[in-house]
């Protein structure tokens, strides 16, 4: 066993993962969140698929609670003049399903939901740049109990924060996943580019996309820009990584602990779950994690401004790394030396096969065996959401997430 991470007085931080779909909600249970944060049907920031429409929402909540788990909902666009008098009548239905807190970034969609129901805890959302205690301060007086920090801000400059603000203001910030080249993501590319505002929830990643730079009128000028043979990328950042960092991040007041990802699939929400979640309670060393966390499709680590280097983040031509492949989704426990799964991506007998377990270093074996449904042999599925039957140790259980080498 390894150091379990605790924050200064010996609690352990929240590990708060993302949610899509109901998939994604209970993989992201079943692997070990203390808290999972989504989106409704009204300003929640990414497109309508990652979406939960009211009864969605209301299953969501009930399947998260009855774990004993906490529910935020994002509501956390820049809201328009004729969305503010929707928002208390969408509070109170948020209050009554249950919403453990909202998540919001607009100053006047603030006031409006504490207004109409005092009662809603109100998390400060990353959108909003809060970088300083001033700021903290002011959004605690309008009734905020958490604040996620600006992207841009330091260790050093979140222990000062939180040294100048009441203990009964929670700090969150991000430990995984996709960054914005931006100001906490308040950007306007997509939007210029594409007509599509990633304020409002329908970003287009156009800071994805290769340029030229060229200026016309400044003969002799030159910007410094690197680029190999995949050509030039000056606008998107590298993903965070935090495994390295987490008691640092702890030990400066952060009492959440995010993973981005919304719109991530269930093979991701589990895999970088599980990995967090065995890291904080040292059941995993650091590099353990940091291999794991690499099974997923990312971008190359870095720590974001954590570590006050903001050169961390530069731009990086390689683009997605995808070195792993999702095989498929154990339907059942093995027995007998057998296994029932769904497939997702293409496999064939004598590959290596990685069991992503919650709570669990991967289990590897080798397929030496495959069968379709009727019960004839395969030498390999490439076809998939087909059910197959494969040869298995025992210890997989129903819902175990199935890897291998791409």
Request: charged share 25%; glycine share 8%.
């Amino acid at each position: 066993m390894y150091e379990s991470i605790l924050m200064p007085g010996g609690k352990k931080p929240e590990l708060l993962a993302p949610a899509g779909d109901m998939e994604a909600v209970r993989t992201a249970l079943r692997y070990g969140a203390d808290a999972i944060y989504l989106g409704g049907p009204f300003m929640q920031l990414r497109s309508s698929s990652a979406g939960f429409d009211e009864e969605k929402l209301a299953e969501a909540s009930e399947l998260i609670h009855a774990a004993g788990k906490r529910l935020y909902v994002t509501v956390n666009c820049f809201a328009d003049n004729d969305e503010i008098p929707r928002l208390a009548e969408y509070a109170r239905f948020l209050n009554d399903l249950g919403a453990d807190a909202v998540i919001v970034s607009d100053l006047g969609a603030v006031a409006e939901i504490k207004a109409s129901v005092p009662d809603l805890d109100v998390h400060v959302s990353t959108q909003a740049n809060c970088m300083n205690y001033r700021a903290a301060g002011v959004y605690r007086d309008l009734g905020a109990s958490r604040i996620v920090l600006a992207r841009e801000l330091s260790l050093e400059k979140i222990a000062e924060l939180r040294a100048k603000t009441p203990a009964d203001l929670e700090l969150e910030g991000f430990i995984h996943g996709a960054m914005c080249m931006s100001y906490s993501g308040r950007c306007m590319l997509s939007a210029f580019l594409a007509g599509r505002s990633g304020n409002r929830g329908q970003c287009a990643q156009t800071c994805r996309w290769n340029y030229y730079l060229m200026e016309e009128k400044r003969p002799g000028e030159f910007f410094k820009v690197d680029e190999d043979e995949n050509g030039m990328a000056i606008l998107s950042s590298k993903e965070l990584c935090c495994a390295g960092i987490l008691q640092r991040m702890a030990d400066a007041g952060i009492c959440s602990f995010k993973i981005e990802g919304r719109m991530r699939t269930p093979f991701y929400i589990a895999t970088v779950v599980n990995a967090y979640r065995m890291l904080l309670d040292g059941k995993i060393s650091v590099s353990e994690a940091t291999a794991e966390l690499k099974t997923t499709s990312h971008r190359p680590f870095c720590t974001g401004f954590y570590l006050g280097d903001p050169e961390s983040i530069a731009p990086d031509t390689r683009g997605y790394i995808r070195d792993w492949l999702f095989v498929g989704t154990a339907i059942e426990d093995s027995r007998d030396g057998r296994l029932k799964i769904q497939t997702r991506n293409p496999f064939a007998v004598g590959d290596e096969i990685e069991v992503v377990s919650p709570g669990k270093r991967a289990l590897k074996f080798v397929i030496e065996s495959i069968e379709g449904e009727a019960g004839d042999a395969m030498e390999r599925s490439a076809v998939p959401m087909r059910i197959l039957t494969i040869n298995a140790p025992e210890g997989i259980l129903a819902q175990d997430i199935l890897r291998k080498k791409a």
